[in-house]
């Protein structure tokens, strides 16, 4: 017997954590440069 | 290759190469996406969850994708010593460890309604759970050697350990044939494709975008490894200068 499951339901929560999970990553890895190449700045100044 | 080694040069190329992989990645993923989800039709047999295929599929081959960089680069290390490879290296592994998770986090997605379970301990399964704690074990070595080497790359024992690691790749590809599995085999091979194109196409273009990202993400974390050896070895001419 085959289970009434919504497959939306299964498409939209593999959409959200894919698409999620990598504008997260996008997100810190551009947060991480961004603050490292402050404290290069800094320390030129020193 | 040696001709990129120089990091100057490479931050000069790293400075236009990231927001074009990132911008154009972003965009061509979005489009992708949007083109599975909602111009693809739903598949005979799997209905709709066929569209997470369009997730699942990229970011299986970035996950396996990551720890061949990892590997080539270690292997770069370790014979030619080339200075931005180790770096290379300890950049790709946490968007491969990304990848490899959003890989077995959509795969149970499917799973769960096509064949019943969330979850089988079959060889493709289980082997591509192995190579995500395969790259926690990379990022916590490189971490904890990367000062036995030029300060910024992974290290020689990381470098050994990405090599000796990639041996789980040919297993992941042929796990599917070689044993029982409740994943199916490659539709995808050198030349060939069972997929329809209705299908074929908004998968090569999915992947192409999120290779993009995986590119313009490995590149903002080399970049960002690089202006903290530049910035450590600054403060530590300052302190020899004082003392």
């Not at chain 2, 949007?34 to 005979?44: H, Q, S």
């Not at chain 2, 539709?187 to 494709?193: A, F, P, Q, R």
Request: aromatic fraction near 10%.
């Amino acid at each position: 017997m085959r289970e009434a499951l919504d497959e939306w339901a299964f498409v939209t929560a593999a959409y959200v954590v894919g698409v999620g999970g990598t504008a997260l990553m996008i997100a810190w890895s551009w947060l991480a440069m961004r603050r490292a190449e402050k404290r290069r700045e800094r320390s030129r100044e020193l | 290759m040696h001709g990129f080694a120089n990091p100057a040069r490479f931050l000069r190329i790293a400075g236009w190469l990231t927001p074009l992989c990132l911008l154009g990645g972003v965009g061509i993923a979005a489009a992708a996406l949007a083109w599975g989800l909602f111009a693809a039709p739903p598949d005979r047999l799997m209905g709709d969850t066929v569209r997470i295929l369009f997730i699942h599929v990229p970011a299986a081959w970035l996950g396996m994708a990551g720890w061949m960089t990892i590997a080539i680069a270690g292997l770069a290390e370790l014979v030619w010593r080339h200075p931005l490879a180790g770096i290379a290296a300890r950049a790709a592994a946490v968007p491969g460890a990304v990848f490899t998770a959003l890989c077995l986090v959509t795969g149970s997605l499917w799973g769960r309604p096509a064949w019943g379970t969330w979850w089988v301990w079959d060889g493709r399964l289980t082997s591509m759970l192995i190579l995500l704690f395969l790259y926690f074990g990379y990022i916590a070595l490189a971490d904890a050697t990367r000062r036995d080497g030029d300060g910024g790359g992974s290290g020689r024992v990381a470098a050994i350990f990405g090599l000796v690691g990639a041996i789980n790749i040919p297993i992941i590809n042929r796990s599917v044939v070689w044993w029982n599995s409740l994943h199916q085999p490659a539709s995808i091979t050198l030349g060939k494709s069972t997929i329809d194109m209705a299908f074929l196409w908004p998968l090569l273009a999915a992947t192409i975008g999120f290779s993009l990202i995986f590119g313009g993400v490995v590149l903002m974390r080399m970049r960002a490894i690089l202006a903290d050896i530049q910035a450590e070895a600054r403060l530590r001419r300052k302190a020899m200068v004082d003392a």
